[in-house]
């Protein structure tokens, strides 16, 4: 027991020198030790004042521990102005971080919106585009020869030559080996409008 005392005191001079070195740690770190060790020096005092009663050396002991005690209690009260201004400081620093994050969510916010706006015109634009080209198709298919609309919109094909004709024997051609295409096909496929049948 007096062993583990001893060797905690000494910690605790070890510790004491420590702090009294400026610049060791922020004030507030020390600030905090020195509660710590405050508070640890209180708990073996109580200890140490009961074997007092009956051993002098403990009696020693106990002087010691409360000097010791009192010493730290000193350095508690010279650290606590800039222990406190360190943690007002970090409260700041805490403070602003968490504006500017609020602010960089906000951006970001900002510009998921223009992005989806953006998405939301393009694909107004393509739906006009399609719009526009039905009406064109439409258009197209109002304009196509009457002579189509009258044969439902079959015509014949020799089997050599260029033309396209309204029936299969046309200019004397073999009947047998023309062919029925729709004029669409016929004109895909380069063929033009005979001038004697149509
Ligand atoms: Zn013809």
Same mark, same amino acid.
């Given at each position: 027991?007096?062993?583990?005392?001893?060797?905690?005191?000494?910690?605790?001079?070890?510790?004491?020198?420590? @702090?009294?070195? =400026? /610049?060791? !740690?922020?004030?507030?770190?020390?600030?905090?030790?020195?509660?710590? *060790?405050?508070?640890?020096?209180?708990?073996?005092?109580?200890?140490?004042?009961?074997?007092?009663? &009956?051993? =002098?050396? +403990?009696?020693?002991?106990?002087?010691?521990?409360?000097?010791?005690?009192?010493?730290?209690?000193?350095?508690? !009260?010279?650290?606590?102005?800039?222990?406190? +201004? #360190?943690?007002?400081?970090?409260? !700041?620093?805490?403070?602003?971080?968490?504006?500017?994050?609020?602010?960089?969510?906000? *951006?970001?916010?900002?510009?998921?919106?223009?992005?989806?706006?953006?998405?939301?015109?393009?694909?107004?634009?393509?739906?006009?585009? !399609?719009?526009?080209?039905?009406?064109?198709?439409?258009?197209?298919?109002?304009?196509? =020869?009457?002579?189509?609309?009258? &044969?439902?919109?079959?015509?014949? @094909?020799?089997?050599? /030559?260029?033309?396209?004709?309204?029936?299969?024997?046309?200019? /004397?051609?073999?009947?047998?080996?023309?062919?029925?295409?729709?004029?669409?096909?016929?004109?895909? #496929?380069?063929?033009?409008?005979?001038?004697?049948?149509?």
């Amino acid at each position: 027991m007096r062993k583990k005392t001893l060797a905690a005191f000494i910690a605790a001079i070890i510790l004491s020198l420590a @702090l009294s070195i =400026p /610049g060791f !740690a922020g004030a507030l770190s020390d600030f905090q030790a020195a509660q710590a *060790q405050a508070a640890a020096l209180t708990a073996q005092i109580q200890q140490v004042q009961v074997l007092a009663q &009956t051993d =002098p050396a +403990q009696a020693v002991q106990l002087q010691a521990l409360q000097a010791q005690l009192l010493q730290v209690q000193q350095l508690i !009260a010279s650290l606590q102005p800039a222990a406190l +201004q #360190e943690l007002q400081q970090q409260q !700041a620093a805490q403070q602003a971080a968490a504006q500017k994050a609020a602010q960089q969510a906000a *951006q970001q916010a900002a510009a998921q919106q223009a992005a989806a706006q953006q998405a939301a015109q393009k694909a107004a634009a393509l739906q006009a585009a !399609a719009l526009k080209q039905q009406q064109t198709a439409a258009v197209q298919q109002r304009s196509m =020869p009457a002579a189509t609309q009258s &044969t439902g919109g079959m015509v014949w @094909l020799s089997a050599t /030559g260029s033309k396209y004709h309204s029936f299969n024997n046309c200019s /004397g051609m073999n009947a047998a080996k023309a062919r029925q295409v729709t004029l669409q096909q016929a004109l895909s #496929e380069g063929y033009q409008k005979c001038k004697n049948c149509w």
